[in-house]
C-alpha cells in the first residue's frame, strides 16, 4: 500500500515569493518522520538556471492532508543545494539558526494574516460596475450584504484545525472579500511553517469555490484599506515586565528602516498614514494606537506585561524573514543590555 505526500516549498519569484507543489507516492512502510529528500527543476520556480537546473526539497515539517485525508501528508519542505546547503531563496535556514542562538529569550510569536477575495478580476462583493457602499459594515460583519466568501473562509478554518496548524482565529476585515486568520502563539521557525502552510490551504482550498486569494498589500487603489501581517511577539522577558516591553519598542525604532525593506513588497502604497497604518518613514510606538508602527495594547500597558504588535509587515511578507529579523533585534538589543 502507499499514500500522497504533497512536497511545498517556497519559489525564487520576486519581489514576492510563491508556493509551490507536487504529490510524491510514499510506500507506507516508510514513517512520515522518515520521508526522503525529493528534488525539482529550479530553471521553473525562479531558484536555478536551465543548465544546471536541479534543486534538492528536503522536509521539515509534516502534517495530515485535511484535502485527500487518510494517511495523506502535507509536506513543507526547505530549498537546498545539490551539496545539501540551503538555497539563497531559503529563508527559514538562517531563521532557524537566530531561534537557536536566543533560544534562553523564548520568543513566540502571533501573525494575523490578512488576505482578499477575487473572482471574475475583481475583489468579492464588488459590483461589475464602480463601487460597494464605503467602509464602515464590512469588518466583523454579519449578512450577504456586508460578508463575501464566508463558505471558503470556515472550510479553510476546518482544513487548518484537521491539519494541525496553530490557527487561533478568523474574521471579516475592512474592505470586502478582505479576510483574516491568526496563526500562533509559536516560535519563531514554527510561526513560520503554518503560516506558509495555511497559505497553502487557503489558496487550495478557495480553487474549489472558483475564487482565488491574494496577499497583494493594497489590492484595491483608493480609499480601501490595505491587507497586512500584523505580528504579536513577547520574550520570556516581555511576558514578566513592561520595561522589556519599552526596550523591545526602542529596539524595533533603532532598525526601522531595515526591518521596512524586508516587511514585504510595496510597502510604500499601504502604510501611507492611512487606513489604520504609520507612514513607512517614520517610527512611533503608543498604547492601544492602531495608527503607530508599533502598538502595545492597552491591556499590556495595564497588566505591566504581555506583548507588543508590529503592525507594519505586509499581508505578501514572508514570515520566516520577519520573525527571524525581529527576533534578532529585539534578543540582541535585550542581550546586549
Known amino acids: 500500500m502507499v499514500y500522497k505526500a504533497e512536497y511545498i516549498w517556497i519559489d ?31 530553471s521553473s520556480t525562479n531558484q536555478a538556471p536551465g543548465d544546471n537546473s536541479d534543486c534538492v526539497l528536503k522536509p521539515v515539517a509534516v ?13 513543507m519542505c526547505e530549498v537546498l543545494l545539490i551539496d545539501m546547503t540551503p538555497h539563497p531563496t531559503n529563508t527559514r535556514a538562517a531563521t532557524a539558526a537566530i531561534a537557536e542562538k536566543y533560544a534562553d529569550q523564548e520568543t513566540w510569536f502571533g501573525i494575523e494574516q490578512e488576505y482578499t477575495f477575487f473572482k471574475d478580476g475583481r475583489p468579492l462583493g464588488f459590483p461589475v460596475n464602480g463601487y460597494p457602499a464605503p467602509q464602515g459594515f464590512y469588518y466583523c460583519g454579519v449578512g450577504a450584504d456586508e460578508v463575501f466568501g464566508r463558505d471558503v473562509v470556515e472550510a479553510h478554518l476546518e482544513a487548518c484545525i484537521e491539519a494541525g496548524i496553530e490557527i487561533s482565529g478568523i474574521n471579516a476585515e475592512v474592505m470586502p472579500g478582505q479576510w483574516e486568520f491568526q496563526v500562533g502563539p509559536a516560535g519563531p521557525v514554527e510561526v513560520g511553517d503554518h ?55 526602542e529596539a524595533l525604532g533603532s532598525k526601522a528602516e531595515e526591518h521596512v525593506k524586508a516587511y514585504g513588497a510595496g510597502i510604500e502604497d499601504r502604510l501611507t498614514g492611512a487606513h489604520e497604518t504609520a507612514p513607512w518613514t517614520e517610527f512611533s510606538y503608543g498604547v492601544s494606537n492602531r495608527g503607530a508602527s508599533v502598538r502595545i495594547p492597552w491591556q499590556v500597558a495595564v497588566d505591566k506585561k504581555g506583548y507588543i504588535e508590529d503592525r507594519r509587515p505586509n499581508a505578501n511578507m ?13 534578543c540582541s538589543a535585550a542581550a546586549g543590555s
Open 195 to 249: 503560516l506558509w502552510m495555511a497559505r497553502w490551504l487557503l489558496y487550495r482550498i478557495a480553487e474549489e469555490f472558483g475564487i482565488t486569494a491574494t496577499v497583494d498589500p493594497k489590492p484595491v487603489k483608493g480609499d480601501w484599506n490595505g491587507a497586512g501581517c500584523h505580528t504579536n511577539v513577547s520574550t520570556k522577558d516581555m511576558r514578566e515586565n513592561y520595561d522589556a516591553i519599552i526596550a523591545a519598542c
Open 12 to 42: 525564487g519569484t520576486e519581489p514576492t515569493a510563491r508556493l509551490r507543489s507536487k504529490t510524491k507516492i510514499v510506500k507506507d512502510d516508510v514513517s512520515h518522520g522518515d520521508l526522503p529528500i525529493w528534488g525539482f527543476d529550479g
Open 63 to 75: 502534517f495530515p492532508d485535511p484535502i485527500r485525508g487518510g494517511d495523506d501528508v502535507l509536506v
Open 318 to 330: 514572508d514570515p520566516y524573514v520577519v520573525a527571524g529579523l525581529i527576533t534578532n533585534t529585539i
